[in-house]
């Protein structure tokens, strides 16, 4: 039987995969090779006939085996702007829709991944799945702006592709059985930040209802004099001063340029380094139509009010990093650099007996994951925000509650490859995974997760372990110690 859907470019012909019918592969924009390297994503021509849409496309060009999720060398392309669907049937039942934003620091990654696959929203939730592709690393998110204007964007490019690709489900989904007026994004990590840096970009203004932003939240931007350092330094690793030599350079010479870069700006996780602030190279750059301001600053002051969010992190993101050997003095080093005053002193206070490594580990995932989640909620008095956070410990002790370990959870995918090796011997913790499956599902399709949301009153936080519970200002201490502190 074949399964062909229709898009405004042409049709696409699916396959029916795990109860779901998935059209992998589709063009949303066109190919950014050649002249259009560094330039903002075009409409795509469109194609004659039915194109097949049965096989995923190739991810961005990214380093091999950079990624976590996605651990070995992935087959890459610059033709890398498509998106996959996976949908209930092709056929007018206005369904939710999810648009998952892959995470992987804007470097790795792809809509591919398996633990991605959504076909548990689609069967479990009559929910219309898609994931995305987008530019990652210098070629998404390098400032070339003062080289003209077909170069404004250039410094969040990545973010535009993901625009995009959300106007390609604004106008194409319902061909797909999806309702375009009931879409909601959600990432993790990059993914995470993406959606957050999503909701304070003016160009989103109707794309989405919801978002679901998973240890990932509105700080991590650059500010543009960092953006700029960042350019004038990759132009210098590929051995030229302007745009003309980039673009011709290989893909390999400009990730080879992104790497030498990279480990020269960067200070190491949550750490600002050459660059000033705690952020990556090659991230987004604020300063361009898509990011005027910063967009915590956009949020606060109400811009997507009528948007409901739901945020968060886990437990003990940072043990995914592998701090290694840590002794006291890198340990208050880091503690001066994330605001000091006594900080360090707070968690020793309410972590008795704590390692140097355990209060590492403590300090880097809040200052880089539960306190931005934290401070997108704060900020959006206007609005409504629902806070949550994911204890379950891997039975790996060594990881505990780990970055992106809730990621098969909340997709129920617990079954894919690679997550027995992350969640660990022993009994399936399938019931957890129908804890958060469940909530996840009922905020995109009811805009409202089932839990009381954020208020400052009250600090309402959805707990998500053996035993999932909604508590108030968890850990409340420790998130006090940051008042004042970015």
């Known amino acids: 039987m074949e399964f062909i859907a229709e898009t405004r470019a042409g049709a696409v012909k699916g396959r029916a995969k795990e109860g779901v019918l998935l059209f992998a592969g589709i063009p949303y924009a066109a190919p950014p090779v050649g002249t259009r390297r560094f330039r903002a994503a075009q409409p795509h021509a469109g194609w004659p006939g039915v194109r097949d849409a049965r096989k995923f496309g190739p991810a961005a060009p990214q380093i091999a085996g950079g990624g976590m999720t996605d651990p070995v060398p992935v087959r890459w392309d610059e033709d890398c702007l498509t998106l996959n669907v996976q949908t209930p049937g092709i056929d007018d039942g206005g369904r939710p829709v999810l648009v998952w934003i892959h995470g992987g620091g804007y470097r790795n990654g792809q809509g591919a991944v398996p633990w991605y696959n959504g076909a548990r929203f689609a069967a479990n939730g009559d929910i219309v799945a898609v994931t995305i592709n987008y530019r990652l690393g210098a070629l998404g998110f390098t400032d070339l702006s003062r080289f003209g204007a ?9 973010i535009l592709d993901q625009i995009v690709a959300l106007e390609w489900v604004r106008d194409n989904i319902e061909g797909f059985g999806g309702d375009p007026a009931k879409v909601t994004i959600a990432g993790e990590s990059a993914g995470g930040f993406s959606v957050a840096t999503l909701l304070g970009s003016p160009r989103t203004d109707g794309l989405f209802r919801g978002v679901i932003a998973q240890s990932g939240a509105a700080h991590h931007v650059l500010p543009a004099e960092a953006g700029q350092l960042v350019a004038d330094r990759l132009l210098s690793a590929v051995g030229t001063d302007d745009v003309i030599g980039v673009e011709g350079a290989s893909v390999d010479a400009i990730l080879a340029a992104q790497t030498e870069v990279s480990e020269a700006l960067e200070g190491g996780p949550g750490l600002p380094g050459e660059l ?11 300063g361009s139509e898509v990011l005027p301001r910063p967009p915590l600053d956009a949020i606060r002051d109400g811009l997507h009010r009528d948007v409901g969010v739901l945020a968060g ?13 840590v002794d006291e003095p890198r340990l208050r080093r880091t503690a001066e650099a994330f605001g000091g005053g006594g900080l360090l002193d707070v968690y020793r206070e309410t972590r008795p007996g704590a390692s140097v490594e355990d209060l590492m580990i403590a300090l880097t995932t809040d200052h880089m994951f539960r306190i931005p989640a934290i401070r997108l909620a704060e900020a959006r008095t206007a609005g409504t925000t629902w806070l949550y956070q994911f204890n379950w410990r891997s039975r790996n002790e060594r990881l505990g509650a780990t970055h992106a370990l809730e990621i098969p959870f909340a997709f129920d995918n617990l079954h894919q490859p690679g997550v027995d090796a992350f969640i660990g011997a022993g009994e399936s913790p399938q019931h957890v995974a129908d804890a958060l499956h469940r909530t996840w599902t009922r905020f995109i399709r009811d805009a409202d997760p089932g839990f009381p949301a954020y208020s400052l009153a009250r600090r309402e936080t959805m707990v998500f372990d053996d035993v999932s519970a909604v508590v108030e200002d968890p850990q409340s201490e420790e998130r006090a110690a940051w008042d004042g502190r970015r």
Do not use: I, Q
């Open 313 to 325: 992190s886990n437990h003990d993101e940072t043990t995914l990093w592998g701090y290694g050997r």
């Open 276 to 286: 000033g602030v705690p952020v990556s190279a090659f991230y987004p750059v604020v």
């Open 150 to 158: 077909e170069f404004a964007t250039s410094g969040v490019n990545g």
